[in-house]
Each structure stands twice: as structure tokens, then as C-alpha cells.
């Protein structure tokens, strides 16, 4: 009956919803002790896994392994007993102090299953990771972690837990020391959290904050993609700061000199140039010129069967200077070599 209690035992907490019950001893022989623990049959709890022998009258806690064995009787475990106590302990003294402690041990189907040092295995979804998406999920295996209790089930006795709401707090706390000393106009770093076309989001210290595509370059030719990457740490102005909304206005362009304070003393008409073919319209040809100038190529400007390639760097002869549109216009250096 041994080997079929450890097998059953071992399988009991998947197939039962397992409870504590406490029943009491009315038989005992060398090898069993017989229980009454008020179902029609009595149950049975090998002598060997309850580590002594108890008196009949003696009350002890049970639960139920297996409903009834081939002989009659319903198979109990008191270990299984001392296992669901010192669990709900322990989920008792996790979920009143709110904040735990583990490894993460293994990748399950929608998160990770997490080791506490008290002993007990949780759950950690994994949009409760981090801030960020988890990127590469296997690089958090073995990593220790803190985290907050979302949630303890007793009837199904699991927990759930959030590192990520605990960095949130953290996070919310922090963002308001933050705000306090932040000024605008002065430039801070930042890690870039996410790109998107329409901008560059970045963490200042706990606070969010966006570059807008129109504040990354003077030249207005660079994209957000351009210029960052999702983790990189980059020097920002801030534009304004919205205290109701604890969130930055961002610059990234005006961290430099804007180039158009000395633009002649930067180009000149019949210089020779060298620029990056950017984008290119019916009007013509966009080049990204040094300093973060905007160069331009009218369309008439290119040769007959001259076609020229997206991000590859040719040599141009500047034409004039618009001040008024921002942009350096330019001529087909071939042009000008068989004047």
C-alpha cells in the first residue's frame, strides 16, 4: 500500500481539489493508522508517513489522496496536510507583506514559473515582466527578481505576481521627484523606450517623454528610425514640460546649433559638396548635407539617363541658398565640369 500511496501522492494535487481535513484516529496497527474523517468509510494513513504512532481518540489533519482503494478504504495523506498549511502560511505572510523575492526557474505557456525563497513556485505572466516587451524570454531564466503579489487563489492555492507593477510604483514615485527638479530648456539623457514614424518615446528619469519626427533633425530628413534605437541612451532638450500629464516635450535636433544661425559660413554658391540622396519627389531629389543641412536637387537639375540611388553619396555643386524654405540648393557636379 506504500508504493501505491507515493504514487498517488504524488499525482493528488493535479487530479483532487485538495483540503485539510481533521479527523480522528480509531484503529492503529504496526504498519496503518485507521481515521474517521467523516465520510461513510474510514480512511487509512501509513504509520511510516505520519512518523509515529498515534492513540486512538487523537485528532490529526488529513486530505484525501484517493476517494477509495481495492480495500474499501479512502487513501490519506497527512503530509499532503502539513503541505497545504505551511503553503497557506506562506501565501498568508506574502500576500500581507505585498512584495516577493524569487528565481525564475522555467518557461511556461504565457509567462515564467517563479521559485520564492520561501519555498513556494508562482506565476509571473509574462506581460508582467518588465515595462518593456520581453524581447528575448530565455535571457530571464535564473534571474532573480523582485516583485509584487497580484493575486493569491487559495481554492486552486496559486499566486500570481508582477514584477512589472512593482517597477510602475516604482517608477510613479520617482516620476514626481523628477518633475520637481526638471526645468525647460535644459538637456538631460534619456533611454529611448520605443520608436514609431511619428516619433522617439524617452525615458527621462522615470518621466515619458516624446521627440516629435519634426524635432530630430534640422535638416528635416531624418526619421526617427534614423537616428535611434529602442534601449540607446541620447542627449534631449526639453521643449516643455506638462506637469497634469507628467510628461516631456522633447527635442533631439535643437541639442546642436541650429545650422542655419551661419549657413554661409557653412556653404557658398559653386562649392563643391558631398551629401546622401535621401528621398526623391516629382520636384526632385532630397540630399542630406553636413551639419544636418537639407540639400536640393531640381528635377531638371539631373542628367538624361542619370539615375540616382537611394542612400548612396555623390558629389553636388551649391547652386544658391534659400533662406526662406531652409534648403541649400543644389547642381549636378557634371553639369558644371563641361561649363
Known sequence: ???????????SFKKLNQEVITGTVVKVTDREVFVD??????????????????????????????????EGYALLSVNCARSIKEWERIANEIEERGVVRGVIKQKVRGGYKVRLKEGITVFLPMSQVDIMPVVHPDQWLDREIEAKVLSVDRKRRSVVISRRKLLEEERAKKRKETLKRLKEGEIVEGTVKNIVDFGIFVDVDGVDGLVHK???????????????QIGDKIK????????DKERLVLSLKETRPDPWERIEELFSPGQVVEGEVVK?????????LPNDV???????????GVKLKYKHRYKFV??????DKRR?????QEEERRK
Do not use: H, N, Q
Not at 214 to 228: C, E, Y
Open 318 to 323: 551649391v547652386d544658391r541658398i534659400d533662406r
Open 236 to 243: 534631449v532638450k526639453i521643449k516643455k514640460i506638462e506637469r
Open 1 to 11: 500500500m506504500e508504493g501505491e500511496f507515493a504514487k498517488l501522492l504524488e499525482e
Open 280 to 288: 526623391e519627389d516629382r520636384k526632385g531629389v532630397w540630399v542630406y
Open 214 to 228: 519634426s524635432d530630430i533633425s534640422w535638416s528635416g530628413l531624418k526619421t526617427p528610425f534614423d537616428v535611434a
Open 328 to 332: 541649400v540648393i543644389l547642381k549636378w
Open 294 to 304: 537639407a540639400g536640393f536637387l531640381p528635377a531638371g537639375a539631373v542628367p538624361k
Open 37 to 70: 474523517f467523516g465520510w461513510k468509510s474510514e480512511g487509512v494513513v501509513p504509520v511510516k508517513e505520519l512518523g509515529y504512532k498515534p492513540k486512538v481518540g487523537d485528532k490529526i489533519d488529513v486530505c484525501v489522496v484517493e476517494p477509495e482503494t481495492e
